[in-house]
């Protein structure tokens, strides 16, 4: 009786054991079949990513390659156009001379001056900068007199004056890019020689007196910017602006505030008020 007992037991013991293996071993199958299909899977992603950057490789080369090709070619056509002669003149003959408006463009194509004409002779001449902005204006007058106008970029009136025999002759003016009169300087033969005067951005006047060349000449005034007379004084006929004589200051109130004497740009002596 024991003996079968102990043999049951036996028994017991060794079927207990085969169902653990056998458990151990369905475990570890499933675990390498978790593992396989992982690894599958990041092969797959890596497939798809390497495919998916290859692809936008060739799409960007394919994209600089036809902007290369565009700005070839715009730069061609730049080069062909630049090179192609637009120059011509627009305009109406009478009795077998230029009258009136005459139009000349250059070799872009761009207005490069207008010609006003009476039978043949030029009474206006208006020339463009390559942006096409009124840059001077010439009037032609009786002889070799020419009225010549400047302009400022924005179209407003900066210089103007006569030329007589290729110089400047006679009172010329400049003005602010707003138009506002800033300065006036009389020439003969195209050196300064006469009244020189200048005013302030209000329009009233800031100095006046005689140039002789480059040199202060005779007597010379000052006014503050609102209106009333600041300084007056003489300069000397010998040497170089140097101051000459009485020179007078006065407050904006009228009242003398000091007299200065100087001989040939010389300090003498100073009498203040």
């Known amino acids: 009786m024991k ?9 017991t013991i060794f079927i207990s054991c085969g169902n653990d293996n056998t458990k151990n071993k369905e475990n570890i199958s499933k675990t390498n079949e978790v593992t396989k299909l992982a690894a599958e899977k990041a092969a797959e992603a890596k497939r798809l990513a390497e495919k998916k950057a290859a692809e936008a490789k060739r799409l960007a080369e394919k994209k600089a390659a036809e902007a290369k090709r565009l700005a070839a070619e715009k730069a061609a056509e730049a080069e062909r156009l630049a090179n192609q002669d637009k120059s011509k003149e627009e305009g109406e003959y009478k009795d077998g001379e230029k009258d009136g408006l005459w139009t000349y463009y250059n070799k872009m ?3 490069e001056k207008e010609i006003t004409y009476d039978l043949g ?36 009136k900066a210089k103007e004056g006569k030329i007589v ?12 890019d707003q138009g506002q009169k800033t300065e006036e300087t009389t020439f ?29 000449v005779g007597i010379w ?3 503050y910017e609102s209106g009333e007379k600041w300084k007056e004084g003489n300069y000397s006929e ?8 009485t020179w007078t200051v006065w407050k904006k109130s009228g009242k003398k505030l000091e007299e200065t004497m100087y001989t040939d740009g010389n300090f003498e002596s100073r009498q203040k008020y």
């Open 3 to 11: 003996i079968n007992l102990f043999i049951l037991i036996i028994f």
């Open 109 to 111: 194509g761009f207005k």
């Open 121 to 156: 002779k030029e009474l206006k001449q208006i020339l463009y900068n390559q942006a096409g902005v009124k840059e001077k204006e010439i009037t032609y007058e009786e002889g070799e007199d020419e009225m010549h106008t400047l302009f400022n970029e924005n179209g407003t």
């Open 165 to 176: 025999d290729g110089k400047e002759e006679g009172v010329w003016t400049t003005f602010d």
């Open 188 to 216: 003969k033969e195209g050196k300064e020689d006469g009244l020189y005067s200048l005013w302030y951005e209000n329009g009233l006047k800031k100095a006046e007196g005689p140039n002789k060349g480059k040199c202060r």
């Open 221 to 223: 005034t000052w006014w």
């Open 238 to 245: 010998n040497g170089c602006s140097n101051r000459d004589g």
